[in-house]
């Protein structure tokens, strides 16, 4: 599961990807044009008290893919279209993080403007989107195509020439797949990220910029103010937060609203010998959450036993959760839910 990091030319996306990640991509426009991959764990305080309960030696977080996408086009460059290159690269995201500058980058001619950022991105993706499905559409003209396939080209293209993205449609799962081969981007999870200024950072967004982002997810951070932190050690950091003003980073904030926008839940398991947070897609039965375990518990699934992560820690663990009916027996067609801490019981 990947999430691209997305921007115009000099937005500040790499020094963000670089404050996640840890790694030292070259910024800046001496930096290459390719994109890059980093791993994050995604906090989970979840983990850290059920391995203190438990006294366990290990404590395992789900993961996070990071794509910083190639960069887009510099405004100040006169041109707004976003490269072949990108596009590719965005469409083998599974969730697109657009980063809209707030900053003042002496290397571009153009002032900050996000609002304007944000809307050059959404039409980015929505004339990303329209080329193929014309192209679609003038060969349906001379083959016949998939049942129902003419129809849901012509509700597409009209949405888009009406400069409406494709997840304000609603699709079926029935119409995704019709559309599946397409790579369409204005149909993927969006996640907005106002990269502020160091010395301006509050955290607050705009009115009128939420506005702009719909339904979308609009998240500030600063990524000069998060590299710093980043290159700190655990025990400097909150001396540099406070000093800033600030309670914490707002790296957490914004891995785990990636991890959310990626329809992940996670259940929990625990023991002696680790904690760990196991990512599942939102609606995962308890038969294909063991298989993320190990194939084995899959195959040979008898029930799955659940608590609830915040009944075991008001009521102090499984025993005494057990005691006060907390625990409960579920089968294979369970659907799971986020914080369950289960014990998976299988024979083979």
Known sequence: MKVGIVGLGGAGKTTIFNALTGLRVETGPGGKRT???GVIKVPDPRVERLADMHHSRKRV????????VAAGPDLSAGRAALPRTVIGAMQGCDALVLVLRAFANPALAEPADPERDLRTLQAELILADLGPLENRRERLKKEPGRPGEKELLERCIGELEAERPLSALGLSPEEQQLLVGFGLLSTKPLLYLLNQDEGDFTG?????LAAAAGEAPLLALSAKIEMDIAELSPEEQPEFLAALGLERSARDRFVQAAYGLLDLISFLTTGPDESR???????TTAVKAAGRIHSDIERGFIRAEVIAYDALVALGGEKQARDAGKLRLEG?????HDGDVVEF????
């Not at 607050?204 to 009128?208: I, S, T, Y």
């Not at 294979?332 to 799971?336: A, D, G």
């Open 332 to 336: 294979k067609e369970y659907v799971m």
């Open 277 to 283: 947070a196991w990512p599942i897609r939102r609606g």
């Open 61 to 68: 977080y789900a993961e996070v893919t990071f794509v910083d």
């Open 345 to 348: 019981r299988f024979n083979v």
């Open 35 to 37: 994109e890059h991959m």
């Open 204 to 208: 607050a967004v705009p009115p009128a």
